[in-house]
């Protein structure tokens, strides 16, 4: 069944993407917080986008500063994240209290996060305010990324190296169980929706899956009847 929503759940329902914790530094203070909007925004020359409210002390920071480092954490840091997140850093050292370890960024100078599984830095190239919030246009100008997590893709071969990603509330997730989309076209080029290889694999599942409900079924009944014959000999 179809359930219309409010038109605000759009944001919500565009996530799970990964959340990034954009760090800032001005005046030798640096401060994190985790933005869930952020996009790719073109390939060359290579920008990206953040989604910042203006009350933000990052969204300051960024328009003093002109750069920004995004950090892509795994959910070993999801606690870090949401703390990160509860509350500002304009008189708080958030960094520090959430016993997060820095290191220095190649190009930039907002501080890069240990632990993360890929940092991009940025220079800003432009503020747009859209709504109530401000998109942050950056320059990227450097990417490392941790090789047991991403080679050209992100590898998944651990539940570590997964990004972690934004459900919504308190709510995050780890990336898994890849799936690779290749697809056949018939002469009249629409697609095949299940192969022959398709169907016999399916065909298998299903008859395995059924064997097991059947298998299952007697295993009840027979215990079903045991426990029934156990009644009569307490009664007796
Ligand atoms: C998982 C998560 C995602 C968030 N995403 C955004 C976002 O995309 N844009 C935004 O303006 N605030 C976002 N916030 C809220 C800010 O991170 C939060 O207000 C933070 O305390 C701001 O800190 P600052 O004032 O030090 O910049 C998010 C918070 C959490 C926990």
């Known amino acids: 069944m179809r359930r219309l929503c409010d ?3 759009a944001r919500r329902l565009l996530n799970p993407g990964p959340v990034a914790i954009v760090t800032t530094t001005w ?5 994190a917080a ?3 909007w952020c996009a790719p925004l073109s390939m060359q020359p290579p920008m990206v986008g953040i989604v910042v409210h203006p009350h933000r002390h990052t969204a300051d920071l960024i328009r003093f500063s002109d750069n920004f ?4 954490p795994g959910p070993r840091l999801a606690k870090q994240t949401a703390f990160l997140g509860s509350l500002t850093g304009l008189n708080n050292n958030k960094l520090e209290s959430a016993g997060l370890a820095l290191f220095s960024p190649l190009s930039i100078d907002a501080p890069l996060i240990e632990g993360c599984l890929a940092w991009i830095e940025c220079t800003l190239q432009d503020v747009i305010t859209i709504g109530d919030h401000s998109l942050f246009v950056g320059n990227v100008v450097k990417v490392q990324a941790d090789d047991e997590a991403y080679a050209q893709q992100w590898l998944l071969n651990d539940r570590d190296d997964s990004p972690l990603t934004f459900i919504g509330g308190n709510r995050y997730a780890v990336v898994g169980d890849p799936i690779e989309a290749t697809f056949e076209v018939d002469i009249s080029g629409a697609l095949v929706a299940e192969n022959a290889e398709e169907r016999e694999r399916r065909e298998e599942e299903e008859a395995a899956r059924a064997e097991e409900q059947k298998q299952e079924g007697e295993e009840g009944l027979a215990q079903k009847r045991r426990s029934e014959s156990d009644d009569h000999r307490s009664v007796f």
């Open 34 to 36: 985790p933005i869930a």
């Open 69 to 72: 480092a995004i950090n892509i």
């Open 27 to 31: 005046r030798g203070i640096s401060n």
């Open 7 to 9: 038109p605000t759940d």
